[in-house]
């Protein structure tokens, strides 16, 4: 509905809230009820990425997503911006020529909307990223591409559009972290995994986001906004796999309503940040 076809701004507001109520009594006839792993879409990001990154959240996650693919359940990767140059590394897992060959669409139209805007695909990474130790795109791509784990890549999707396929697939998102975890969740993603190495605050309602600790350091300093650290990869003390494990019964906790750091801190509501495709196609 719109402003104008509704009348007003305040019948606008006031048929919104009548929407509302309405639904109300059928949520309040929602019950709990057991349902299979295989129901999770989980959406992958990672934010204020590090040298770390790469070497401890990101490959312990990807071990994560490998076990809930084993299990018949889904996980988005996305930010297209961030896996250029290492999207090689995606197309030969691709489950067919025909969806090697729509990750490939996506990365060329990438391509020529940096040359219509005259800005660069692979130019330096952030101001953030360079203070943790990345200095090229494709570092930070080839770890950003970890959080993928080892399966096949079973399909590629248009920003926000839904997700059917089971397994591990591609959504062509812009590297905007709010905006490219918005356009995971209209797609389906029901949790939200998001690793950081900077200590990035972060949630996204209603979506449950759990957050990943790249280093000690990190984890050390900011630890009621992470729920898991993985900088026991860097020291030796846990393996990838034992981190990961670990990752993947908190993604099972959380999916049975154990709240995360960024639920209890209320982060998530600002989060909300569509991808406006009409001002740059």
Known sequence: MTIQESGGTRNAIEK???FILDMLPEANNVKR???PVSEIILALECGGSDSYSGISAN??????VDRLVRQGGTAIL????????AEHLLTRRAISREVGEKLIRRIKWWEEYCKRTGSE??????????????????????GGI?????????????YAEP???????????????????TGQIAGGANL?????GRGSAFGAKPTPCLKLSTNNALWQRQRDDMDLNCGTIVDGEETIEQVGERIYQRIIELASGHRSRSEELGYGSQEFVPWIMNSIM
């Open 16 to 18: 919104g809230i009548s």
């Open 33 to 35: 009820e057991p349902v």
């Open 59 to 64: 490959p312990a996650l990807g071990y994560a």
């Open 78 to 85: 996305s930010e297209t911006s961030e896996i250029y140059g």
């Open 121 to 142: 695909m692979n130019n330096n990474p952030s101001a953030g990223n360079k203070a943790g130790g990345l200095t090229t795109v494709l570092e930070k791509s080839l």
């Open 146 to 158: 970890a959080k993928a784990g080892t399966t096949s890549l079973m399909d590629v999707y248009e």
């Open 163 to 181: 997700v059917t396929a089971k397994g591990l697939v591609f959504m062509d998102t812009p590297g905007y972290d709010p905006m490219a975890v």
């Open 192 to 196: 939200l995994c998001f690793t950081t």
